[in-house]
């Protein structure tokens, strides 16, 4: 099965840290990153969609982020 995950946080280097993990844990890039203004908070916002795939039948019981 094919799994995403959308990856999102403050343009610093938490969010580059965030994405390197999932890479070293077998997820994909999926497209380019994206990024937007947060007005609310005055802040660059980045993101990036990451797709890994594992054995076994895909139910919303996954967590995502530990695989």
Request: with cysteine; glycine share 8%; aromatic share 10%.
């Amino acid at each position: 099965m094919r799994l995403y995950r959308f990856l999102s946080d403050d343009d610093t280097s938490a969010f580059c840290h965030k994405v390197t993990a999932a890479l070293n844990k077998g997820w994909e890039l999926h497209g380019p990153p994206t990024y937007a203004f947060d007005a609310a908070r005055g802040v660059m916002r980045c993101g990036q969609a990451v797709t890994k795939e594992v054995p076994g039948t895909y139910t919303p019981e996954i967590k995502l982020g530990a695989q």
